[in-house]
């Protein structure tokens, strides 16, 4: 999430393309979300994978979102890229193709049946009695 500032913080969030500060707040707050989801990983906590399962549903709505609004070609550009670059790939890249969505559908349908499988490791732990 935080290499988005090379490319000006833009994220595609819900229908438009943030960028600047706003990116770059919203960057900040899906790593550290990353962040807790990699720990509570590690510590095998249910929270952290249910929270894992909502980031990766709530980024893939996102994107679907985003990118049945605004082309694809559209965010190049607000990466600055340069022209020539930006003519290549409208002349490579399908942009609007029906077969996008298998590029994009597919690794998600992985990842949602990995994190599915990975469900049975993850333990809810009780609450630790205080001790006085």
Known sequence: MLLAGLCGWLIPFFGS???G???ALVSLVAALLYL?????TYKLNI??????LLLTIVWALSVVI???RVS????YEK??????QLEMMRNYVIPQSPIMPLFFGIPFL???GYLLYTKRYFVNFPEQEKVT
């Open 72 to 75: 694809i070609s559209d965010f």
């Open 79 to 84: 990466m600055k890229l340069p022209e020539q």
């Open 66 to 68: 985003t990118f049945s």
């Open 36 to 40: 807790y989801v990699v720990w509570g």
């Open 47 to 52: 929270r952290a994978w249910w929270c894992s």
């Open 17 to 19: 393309i943030l960028s």
């Open 110 to 112: 992985g990842l949602l």
């Open 21 to 23: 500060m706003t990116g």
